[in-house]
């Protein structure tokens, strides 16, 4: 399995106990479904099979296939996990994966490009797209709501938006 054909759903956030159990950061609505979407994929093709030990703050205790010491575990530290996307749960026409959303052009309700998705960001109430662009001096936080989004075209690759007043440049130079 490639990395291009999955979705990240987790990350392992450093070593927990002495016996090779890992922090592990779940990335999924649901984040005890992680354990099920295994074996789970890093970057560099290995895989893992995940056992979850215990809730503990911000993720799971979780013991990885092959991960049999502390040092090992704390090795793996940052490393992302990856489930194929036929494994994940097919989602409603209004949500999407954030990984659908990377990388998609941004344009006005005009048709004008206002830049790239750098990233989706949560700060808790809503989620936020992370535009970049050329023209941008710094990348610009759009809340990522239907009244700022109304458009999401993932067969086209872009989103339509229809940014607060101020939010980008009225120029197209920053």
Known sequence: MSVAD??????????????GDVRLKSFC???SDIASYGPLTSEDGRQFAVTLSAPIKGGY????????????AAALSGLR???PRDRLPSLPDDEYYHA?????????????????IRAVLNNG????????????????LLPFTRAAVPTVDLAAGRIVADPPEGLFPDDGAA
Do not use: K, M, W
């Open 100 to 116: 659908d959303l990377i990388g998609l052009e941004v344009v006005d309700t005009g048709g004008t490009p206002l830049g790239r």
């Open 125 to 140: 109430a809503d989620d936020l797209l992370e535009i970049e662009g050329p023209d941008l001096r710094e990348t610009v």
């Open 81 to 83: 996990l990856y489930a």
């Open 61 to 72: 205790a979780a013991r990885l296939s092959g991960v049999a010491n502390r040092e090992a």
């Open 29 to 31: 609505a649901e984040p």
């Open 6 to 19: 999955s979705v990240c759903v987790g990350a392992v956030a450093g070593a927990y106990g002495v016996h």
